[in-house]
Each structure stands twice: as structure tokens, then as C-alpha cells.
């Protein structure tokens, strides 16, 4: 039986491992954890937080994810949308305020805070 999410992969073109970091630690507040080094030689980051985390691979033929995306519960949402000015509300999600933004390169990412 499945006990719990492990990791979300998402895709991300050669070369945009800076603006990767920029985002999921500079604005998400997540901190890069190293990758073993046989994967590390593949680029891309992962990222860890409490209870979540992220893959980045790196996808030659790269399309972000524009319906497919995680959903991330976080704890000040109005705090991160003062750094993310492009994100777009939805409130039709009951229990929870919401919204709707793109990493650096444009995967979808949804931020949920209970209500």
C-alpha cells in the first residue's frame, strides 16, 4: 500500500539549474540536497523541504508541464505571492485559498493555504 508521496519530478531544459535555484530556494524556501553523484552528472537540482520534495531532471527535447503540476500546502501564501507578482488566483478549491504560478520554465506549480 502506498504510506506516502516520496518526490514530484518535474522536467527542465540543459542549462537552467540557476534559475531553478533562484526559484524553488530563493522564492519557495526550499534548500537543494545533493544528488548521488551518478545522477548528479545528468544535471538538474532536487529540493527538500518539510514533508515535500522535488526533482528537476533535465529533459533534452524539453515542454513544461502546463496542466500536470504539484500542489504545494504552504503556511503564508500572501507572503509568497508578494515575490511571485504573475501569480493568479483560484478560489475553487473548498477549504483552501489558492493560486496558480510557473517555475523559470514555465512548469505549472500550485500553492495552497488552508483556510
Do not use: C
Not at 530563493?26 to 537543494?32: A, I
Not at 545533493?34 to 527535447?61: C, T
Not at 507572503?79 to 504573475?86: F, G, M
Not at 473548498?94 to 510557473?102: D, I, L, S
Amino acid at each position: 500500500m502506498i504510506t506516502a508521496l516520496h518526490h514530484v519530478q518535474l522536467a527542465a531544459p540543459p542549462g537552467s539549474e540557476p534559475e531553478l535555484r533562484a526559484f524553488y530556494e530563493g522564492v519557495l524556501g526550499l534548500r537543494e540536497v545533493s544528488k548521488p553523484p551518478e545522477l548528479a552528472k545528468r544535471g538538474g537540482a532536487w529540493f527538500r523541504g518539510d514533508g515535500v520534495e522535488v526533482h528537476l531532471g533535465i529533459e533534452e527535447d524539453f515542454r513544461p508541464a502546463r496542466k500536470a503540476h504539484p500542489g504545494f500546502l504552504v503556511d503564508d501564501l500572501d507572503a509568497l505571492v508578494a515575490k511571485l507578482p504573475a501569480a493568479v488566483p483560484d478560489d475553487l478549491f473548498p477549504g483552501y485559498r489558492r493560486v496558480y504560478v510557473t517555475d523559470p520554465v514555465g512548469n505549472r506549480i500550485e500553492l495552497l493555504q488552508a483556510i
